[in-house]
Structures are given as structure tokens and as C-alpha cells.
């Protein structure tokens, strides 16, 4: 099962992407797998700053994702 | 209502949406690109957005202003895209029967604003650097 994966902001470096295609286990959480991405990526997890959405929606990060899902990572706004 | 450009702020536009008659007052905030940063010197930047949801935070944000202070109208709009020194990134104006509430509110909005609505800065530096701004509260 694939979705797609959208970052923003300093993410985009972080990740070296601003979307990509991801192939994930059923039952998968986004937090999982924000995890496994920045353990691919050797990026520091710290999911009390970036905010997870799923289909343009924000989620929690017990959030089980679907197959064609678009998952979205934002870094802290920087407004104004 | 808090809307997105990609064009320059037009504050005399925005500031009639909050006109009303019931208004004893006006008090506006313009946010604008400043030279320097963290000591590097900024030549320009580029605002980020997710649209979709910086339009439904940032007018949850207006509508909580509106429950929350006594005021009769408010408007926000946030630059997206490539700004240059000096120009306008963001403007808020609000309207009230009294000052003290206009003051309140319009502050309100422009800190849930900065520290809620999914925009992000990337500066451009004068040595070629760039770097994401973040938490710039």
C-alpha cells in the first residue's frame, strides 16, 4: 500500500523532498511513520513541534493511515 | 475574514471591509520585511502556505476575535510568495465601539496568527544563504 508524503517548510531540507511516495504495513500510525521517515533521513523526531495532516486535515498522531492517503508534516508556523 | 495574497496588501481595500457605522473606532497592525534578521542581513524572503488551511485556521482565528473581545468587525490578510525589503507581509485591522477592545483583539489576531496559521518564512540573505524562519513569535 502506498500514499503520498507533503512537506513543508524546513521539513522540505530536512527531507531533502516536498513530496514523496511512501510504501507502508497496514495499522500504520502517522507517527510511525514520521518515525521511520526520520529514521531514513536521520532527521530528530520531535513530534510536540510538527503538526501531522492527513488529506488536508489535521490529525492526531495515533492517526491510522489508508492507502492513497496524502499525509502532510508542518514544521512550527513562521507567520506574519 | 483572513485572506491570502500573492499580490501587494492593499490596506485601504481591507480597511473598508471593517468599516461600520457602529464603530467608535479603527486600529490596524501592518507587518512589514525588515533588513536584518538574527544578525544576517536580509535581502528578501518568500512566504510558504498551505492554503487550504491557513484560510480555515486563520478565519477560526477571526471568528474566536469576534466571540472574544467586544468588537465589530476584523480582517486579516497575509502575504504569500516573493517579498522584498519593505514590503507589506501582513495586515490586521479591527473595528470597535471603543479602543481598548480594537487594541486587544487586533493583537489577538496577530500573535494566533504568527504562532497558528500554516505560513512559513524562508529568508534570503545578502551572503546567498537562506534559512526557515520558525516560531517567530
Request: glycine share 6%; net charge negative.
Amino acid at each position: 500500500m502506498t500514499i503520498k508524503i507533503e512537506f513543508y517548510g524546513r521539513l522540505k531540507e530536512d527531507f531533502n523532498a516536498t513530496s514523496t511516495e511512501w510504501t507502508f504495513q497496514p495499522d500504520t500510525t502517522v507517527e510511525a511513520l514520521y518515525q521511520s521517515l526520520c529514521d531514513t533521513h536521520q532527521v530528530t523526531a520531535n513530534i510536540h513541534v510538527v503538526r501531522p495532516i492527513i488529506n488536508d486535515t489535521f490529525v492526531d498522531w495515533q492517526q491510522h493511515i489508508a492507502p492513497h492517503d496524502v499525509v502532510g508534516f508542518f514544521p512550527p508556523a513562521s507567520g506574519g | 475574514m483572513f485572506s491570502l495574497s500573492d499580490q501587494a496588501i492593499d490596506p485601504k481595500r481591507l480597511k473598508a471591509q471593517v468599516t461600520d457605522p457602529r464603530s467608535g473606532g479603527f486600529v490596524s497592525f501592518e507587518g512589514w520585511v525588515r533588513n536584518h534578521n538574527d544578525n544576517k542581513q536580509v535581502e528578501a524572503l518568500h512566504y510558504e502556505a498551505h492554503e487550504k488551511l491557513a484560510l480555515q485556521v486563520g478565519n477560526d482565528i477571526i471568528v474566536q476575535a469576534l466571540k472574544q473581545f467586544d468588537i465589530n468587525a476584523a480582517v486579516c490578510c497575509h502575504r504569500i510568495g516573493a517579498l522584498q525589503v519593505g514590503d507589506m507581509a501582513i495586515w490586521v485591522g479591527v473595528s470597535a465601539d471603543h479602543r481598548q477592545a480594537a487594541f486587544a483583539a487586533c493583537e489577538f489576531i496577530l500573535n494566533q496568527t504568527k504562532a497558528q496559521v500554516p505560513i512559513w518564512k524562508n529568508e534570503h540573505y545578502s551572503d546567498g544563504a537562506t534559512g526557515w524562519v520558525e516560531a517567530n513569535l
